[in-house]
């Protein structure tokens, strides 16, 4: 079966940068994009961009335009989202989520807590 | 980007009544619309897909409508578990928008 299983909470300071992975299992990694989507505490839902795992090709809201990199590791099938320059109002839960035959996402990860505070 | 709206953005109903929550993009995406829902601590739960195709596992009462800018999310008779919070996303390729969603609550 599918899983998105995904690191961590993690609690950073105004300025730092977070990592957050998605270890990706039970289908051909590199065959569906991965989408990371955020929703800030009692807020709704945000998409900030998707990278194919095959090619390594990004695509990005131009809010996160420069401050979000995604990255990939086929070798261990998981997916990297890297937040820069982090404010108070990047707190949030992070979300990867893949892509299906359908044309949008299906299957979720379970969510990370980033917390940004000084 | 493409923006999506949603109206309304909360809705009081009782159980048994049919609730309709419209989204509206600001250009053509054809039928790319998605729509999700999602409960309080959980990942959202696609319902519909392609404007009007129920995702497998997911109640007939559930229906979706619309193509071009309007689109439509049906429940034809509201039950307890479908208290909860309803967002489109349009996914017209490349970049992907969310509308600012929907909380269906208890009247």
């Known amino acids: 079966q599918v899983q998105l299983v995904q690191s961590g909470a993690e609690v950073k300071k105004p300025g730092a940068s977070v990592k957050v992975s998605c270890k990706a299992s039970?289908?051909?990694?590199?065959?569906?994009?991965i989408h990371w989507v955020r929703q800030a505490p009692g807020q709704g839902l945000e998409w900030m961009g998707r990278?194919?795992?095959?090619?390594?090709?990004?695509n990005f809201a131009q809010k996160f335009q420069g401050r979000v990199t995604l990255t990939r590791d086929t070798s261990i099938t998981t997916a990297y989202m890297d937040l820069t320059r982090l404010r108070s109002d990047d707190t949030a839960v992070y979300y990867c989520a893949r892509d299906s035959l359908t044309g949008t996402t299906v299957y979720w990860g379970q969510g990370t807590l980033v917390t940004v505070s000084s | 980007d493409i923006q999506m709206t949603q109206s309304p953005s909360t809705l009081s109903a009782s159980v048994g009544d049919r609730v309709t929550i419209t989204c509206r993009a600001s250009?053509?995406?054809?039928?790319?619309l998605a729509w999700y829902q999602q409960k309080p601590g959980k990942a959202p739960n696609l319902l519909i897909y392609?404007?009007?195709s129920l995702e497998s596992g997911v109640p007939s009462r559930f229906s979706g409508s619309g193509s071009g800018t309007e689109f439509t999310l049906t429940i034809s008779s509201l039950q307890p578990d479908d208290f909860a919070s309803y967002y489109c996303q349009q996914y017209n390729s490349p970049l992907v928008t969310f509308g600012p969603g929907t909380k269906v609550d208890i009247k």
């Open positions: 250009q053509d995406i054809s039928s790319w």
């Open positions: 392609k404007a009007s």
């Open positions: 039970g289908y051909t990694f590199t065959g569906y994009y």
């Open positions: 990278i194919n795992p095959d090619s390594g090709d990004t």
